[in-house]
């Protein structure tokens, strides 16, 4: 009795959410997720096979022809170049830099503190210098599920205001506040980029510099190799 209750709550659910879909555009993605989450906790803790009672394919089905049939507008992917040339505030800067080579969310940038960072000289590259970054990610699933909640990523010489937070910060403390990140993306959208168009133009460097897939996605972290050709242009893939 109980399990047929669910099951009729969860069908209802369900089809309200779909209906819901004409009217938020730009979430589909999210209620797929939503709906994805709670059959499955519903199924690990019930053990309530919908399969049948709710034609659960169908319903997944559904959600996949609405999200492809929405168009939604990728973040334009920013360049290096474009960081070095904006003019933007010292502070700003730094978030830039740091949202660009880290490849994390906006929304996870004032989370991340400190480790460790050592200056590194490539010897066989004469005057190429890097500085490499030790940071403690927020307790996000994605990281636990990949190994950890650590990160390490490169920043180049030309990331200069980055290099300077990093001699002040102390360890254990954020690189950068949350009211730095609000104030830096209205400067970037105002020059015409996104929240995620550092994520995406970050990636598309380590793509370009023969950073391998693995390494990459540690770094953004996706499970798996699509979500991360969603990002950038796969003919640069590195398997190596």
């Known amino acids: ?40 906790e519903l199924t690990r803790r019930w053990g309530v096979n919908f399969s049948k009672q709710i034609k659960l394919q ?27 040339k904006a003019g933007w505030r010292t502070a700003t ?21 400190l480790v460790a960072w050592k200056k590194i000289e490539d010897k066989s ?20 599920h990949i190994g950890g909640a650590r990160l390490k990523f490169n920043i180049p010489l030309k990331a200069q205001a980055l290099q300077q937070r990093l001699k002040k910060v102390k360890t254990d403390h954020p690189l950068v506040t949350q009211d730095e990140v609000q104030t830096a993306l209205k400067e970037f959208r105002k020059s015409g980029f996104g929240a995620h168009s550092f994520r995406r133009g970050g990636m598309q460097w380590l793509m370009d510099h023969n950073v391998a897939e693995d390494r990459i996605r540690q770094l953004t972290p996706h499970t798996t190799q699509k979500a991360l050709l969603d990002y950038v242009d796969c003919t640069s893939l590195s398997h190596n």
Do not use: C
Not at 93 to 113: G, H, I, K, P
Not at 125 to 144: A, S
């Open 93 to 113: 800067e730094v978030v830039a830099w740091l949202a660009f080579t880290s490849v994390q969310r906006m929304a996870n940038l004032s989370a991340m503190t």
């Open 1 to 40: 009795m109980v399990r047929e209750k669910i099951q009729s709550q969860l069908t209802a659910y369900i089809g309200y959410r779909l209906k819901q879909i004409e009217k938020e555009k730009g979430k589909v993605s999210s209620l797929r997720t939503d709906i994805g989450n709670i059959i499955g």
């Open 58 to 84: 169908q319903v997944l089905k559904s959600l996949n022809r609405a999200t492809q049939a929405q168009t939604k507008k990728k973040a334009k992917p920013i360049r290096a170049e474009d960081i070095s």
């Open 125 to 144: 590259k004469k005057g190429k210098v890097t500085y490499e970054v030790e940071v403690k990610l927020p307790n996000h699933k994605t990281v636990r």
